[in-house]
Each structure stands twice: as structure tokens, then as C-alpha cells.
DNA sequence: TCTTAAAAATACCATTCGGTATGTTTTTTG
DNA sequence: CAAAAAACATACCGAATGGTATTTTTAAGA
């Protein structure tokens, strides 16, 4: 029982891909099983149905790249607000994953998905718990260590900024150019600073 | 050629709506001429394509709509920053068409569409950049009138705004609760006031 | 090794999709 | 009013959709 989950996680991953770039509703199974070059048979062996396998790239998949990616960089350095800024900074400009062009993942799950099923939404609520979490944490941290002023609201802030992230990725998306991407790390360092 | 131009007007404005709530790939046409009680022969005969039909939804339901709620308010209202915040106000608060749990239709659009559609790209990306033409506008306002620093970039500012404003959106349908807006209005006072 | 269950392959199905062909009914206009 | 064009109605089409039933292959454990 190897080669089986093998299969599996192809399935997961290939998909992910597909669906990152066009979106859940309009990749097919068809799409799926022809670029995994996997049958419909092992498709349905693997998951009952298409949402099920939904499920499992946000469960399976997206988790485990928000803590890698965007949670774990937090922990690691040691300055709150360069950590925070440096996060985005990372996802912005460096990451070379997630494409300008294709905005976020979790982003564009969350808008196609989210007033139709009910599952995804809480699989996806989830999922920005934890980096909420995350980032309340590290302003807090910063409040603690007197980097971060007292009277800042970290949970507001925490709003404010992973709004802006997920609002920029979609005006990427649009003007396809990372151009806007600029724009709004200097406007962010500002605000950031203004925390201080 | 009155009636005909009603079919036509009712066509957009449901098949508007049920997109606004529904996305766009997911709204069938047969949905649309059930809602509508338009048949389909009517319904290709005022429209090409589905895509024709998208298109004229964005050019002729969108646009307008931006110019009253998006853009019009912020040229009435004196104060510059006033402005902008108000426009949010309204816009996430009040304004009683656009529902938290179905978040923006420009910005729905856009992540469902402009990877894909190169035609529906253009024009929302000419909705957008009306918007922030009016939006910049209105902090070069602020400059000149003194109410705003003057070494505030203007562009850099719209676009964290505006980036903030459609990810606040996103997140508000991922929680479908507008605590999230007050969260969000809070903290863009703050920012909008370091820029005095 | 042989059995048995897991894993995968194949062929098919009902439904829905966007779109068309061909009418019929209204309006407009000369 | 009559003719012609505009507006709408009906029936249908091929392709794609998610999913299933059934068979075949592969691999694990006794």
C-alpha cells in the first residue's frame, strides 16, 4: 500500500495545479484524469466524489504550504513587523509558485466556493484561522518586546493586513503585473511603521 | 423598439444578479431564461453569446453602478479623507444591494474571469481603473488643499485602498459577517489619518 | 505460492451545457 | 392596410459534465 497513496497525491497535487489555474468549477475530472494520465476508475477509487477531493487539496494540500509559507516564516525572525513585512515581501516577489497572473489559492477558493458549500467554507475558515492566528501572535509578540506600540489592536491590524494581501493578489490578477505589488509593500511598510 | 430594449434590460439585470450570487461559469443560461421567463430564442437573439452577455453586464450594469456608488460619492463629499473613508462606509456598511456573503461583483468577476477572458479582462480592468482615477484624484485633492501631506504618493495610496477594500470582501463572504468590515474601517481610519 | 482484497482500467449513463435551425408572433414603416 | 423586419417561441443538437457498473490487473499476507 504504497503505490496507491502515490496515486493519490498525484491526483491531489496535478489537480491543485489545474484548479489554481482555472478554477474548480470549470476543471473537469476529465481535465484531471487526462494531465495525471490516471483513469477514471483509480479517480473514483480514490474519492467518492469531486467536492471530496476538493476537500482533501485544502486539507492535504493548501495546510501544509499555509504553514510552511505563510506561518512559519513569522516564527523565525525575530523582529514582529520585519516579520510580518517580510512575509509579504516573500509571497509578493519571491515565491515562485504562486504566480501574479493566477492571484492566491486560498483566495480564489474562498471566492468561488465559499456561499455554496458549506464544507469548503469550513475547511477554508479554518485554514485563516490559522494564519490569523499566527499574525495576531506576532503583533502581539511585537507589544511584548516594545517593538509594537500597546494601544495597537492586533487583531484589527491582522484584518487590515491579510485583507490587503488578498485584495493585491487579485488586483494582480487583473493588471497582470507585479507592478501593483510594489505599490502596495511601500504603502504597507508605512502603515506598518506607523504600528511602532 | 421599447419592449424589446426591456427584454433586453431585464436579461442583464437578472443574469446580473443571479451572477452576482452564483458566479458566472456556474449561471447557466437556462437558469437565466428560467428567472428571466425570457425563452431562449429571445435570449440569442438579443445576445451572440453567453460571453456577449457578460460583457454587456459588466459595460452597462457594472460601469454605471461604479459611477453612482464608487466614484460620484467621493466627489461630492469636501473633506478628501472624509471621502474616501464615507465611500467604505457606505459601500461595506449601508449600501443595502451589494451582501456581505456574496461579496463584490467587480471583484468576483475578476477572480473567476480575467485569467481566462481577455475581452472581460479589458473592461473590468477599465471599471477598475475608472475607480482609481477618481479615488487618486481625490488625495490630490487632499494635497492641494493641505488636508493631505504632500509627499503622500497618491497612486501608492489608491492602490492599498483599493486592494484592502476588495480583500475585506473576500474575507467578509469567508466569514459572512460584516465584523469584519468594522475591523477593517477601523484600522483604515487609522492608516487614512497618518496621511494628514 | 496461492488466495484475496486492493487498485486500476474500461465502457457506459443520464443530465446539463451553450448554441442553432426553424418557425410564429409582434411592431414598425412605407 | 400590407409587407417587411424585428422580436420572440419551440424543438432540437453535439459535446461535455459528474458519476457508475463491471471487469481486469496488481500487490499483500497466509
Redesign the pocket.
Known amino acids: 500500500?504504497?503505490?496507491?497513496?502515490?496515486?493519490?497525491l498525484t491526483i491531489l497535487q496535478k489537480a491543485f495545479e489545474l484548479i489554481y489555474v482555472k478554477g474548480y468549477?470549470?476543471?473537469?475530472?476529465?481535465?484531471i484524469i487526462a494531465t495525471t494520465?490516471?483513469?477514471?476508475?483509480?479517480?473514483?477509487?480514490?474519492f467518492?466524489?469531486?467536492?471530496e477531493m476538493g476537500l482533501a487539496i485544502i486539507n492535504e494540500i493548501l495546510k501544509p504550504t499555509l504553514t510552511n509559507s505563510f506561518i512559519e516564516p513569522l516564527q523565525t525572525e525575530e523582529n514582529p513587523l520585519d516579520a510580518i513585512y517580510n512575509l509579504m515581501d516573500n509571497l509578493l516577489m519571491k515565491n515562485d509558485f504562486l504566480k501574479v497572473e493566477y492571484g492566491c489559492p486560498a483566495s480564489n477558493f474562498t471566492q468561488e466556493m465559499t456561499p455554496w458549500n458549506s464544507e469548503f467554507n469550513k475547511a477554508l475558515n479554518e485554514l485563516t484561522q490559522e494564519w490569523t492566528k499566527a499574525i495576531t501572535a506576532t503583533i502581539e509578540r511585537g507589544k511584548k518586546s516594545g517593538t509594537i506600540r500597546k494601544d495597537v489592536n492586533a487583531k484589527q491590524v491582522t484584518i487590515f493586513v491579510m485583507s490587503g494581501y488578498w485584495g493585491i493578489r487579485n488586483l494582480g490578477k487583473l493588471e497582470n503585473s507585479k507592478k501593483v505589488y510594489v505599490s502596495y509593500l511601500k504603502q504597507l511598510k508605512i502603515y506598518l511603521d506607523s504600528l511602532k
Do not use: L, P
Open positions: 500500500m504504497k503505490k496507491a497513496e502515490a496515486t493519490r468549477q470549470t476543471t473537469s475530472i476529465d481535465d494520465k490516471v483513469t477514471k476508475g483509480a479517480f473514483y477509487y480514490h467518492k466524489t469531486k467536492d
